[in-house]
């Protein structure tokens, strides 16, 4: 077998799964890959609509133009998009799901043990491989929605759904501000990303692990967070 090296380059968002709905944003907060297809604007974790399955979401290229269609604005073949999942505690990932644009297809493989951890990678051909057609065109195009193996798949362009007031939060850390009533204004209104979406029964988890959540100490949590890694 091939084996592919990939090196992270940028990570976002270390989440803890215990609860429905978990989000983490990185827009322009990486200077080395800000405005570059490996650039990860934010990453979703929830339950889905079956209380059964996890939602996961990755969101690239972010302040892509309203209505900039897919050819004006590709996912990268050289960037491999990976969700890792640590199912024990230790913040070290015990399965991965991996993403990565073919031609006009997105191709996945896991969730499975990876072949290595850290910030480098290899594309896990040995595991179970999905893809889906990409879906092109504006966010308000029809969705290419893919089912199998009780998973489901969606790679294309979609409105950024994050909300944030960017120029409150300066003036506010630069003390020009202290009033906190004033309705913020979304700074990413009209402004489209790149998404990876993929939806997959918890069962394929794992038994998680138990007591790291204060609150709920018998319950089994995840710690997640999602990588781009670019072929060397």
């Known amino acids: 077998m091939k084996k592919t090296h990939i090196v992270s380059i940028v990570a976002i968002g270390l989440l803890i ?6 989000i983490s944003g990185d827009h322009i907060d990486a200077p080395s890959v800000t405005g570059t297809t490996s650039d990860i604007s934010s990453f979703y ?15 690239l290229q972010g302040f892509l133009p309203s209505g900039t269609a897919t050819e004006n604005a590709e996912f990268d073949e050289d960037v491999l998009v990976e969700f890792n999942i640590d199912t024990t505690g230790d913040l070290v990932e015990d399965l991965v799901i991996q993403s990565i644009k073919r ?9 499975t043990v990876p072949a290595s951890t850290g910030l ?23 969705a290419i929605v893919s089912e199998n193996n009780n998973m489901k798949f969606f790679a294309g362009p979609r409105d950024d ?7 409150r939060y300066n003036a506010i850390v630069s003390g020009q501000v202290s009033d906190f009533n004033v309705e913020g204004e ?20 794992g038994a998680g692990s138990v007591g790291a959540n204060p609150f709920e100490p018998t319950t089994p949590t995840y710690s997640m967070w999602v990588e781009t890694k670019r072929k060397q």
């Open 103 to 111: 031609g006009d297809t997105m191709y996945f493989f896991g969730p």
């Open 45 to 59: 974790a929830f339950e889905g609509e079956n209380s059964n399955n996890l939602v996961l979401i990755a969101n």
């Open 17 to 22: 799964a215990g609860t429905p709905f978990l």
């Open 120 to 142: 480098q990678s290899e594309i896990a051909t040995f595991a179970t491989a999905n893809k889906v057609a990409i879906s092109e065109g504006t966010t308000d195009a029809e």
């Open 186 to 205: 979304d700074t990413f209104a009209e402004k489209n990303v790149l998404s990876i979406a993929i939806e997959i029964p918890k069962s394929m988890l």
């Open 161 to 167: 759904p994050f909300f944030f007031d960017l120029n």
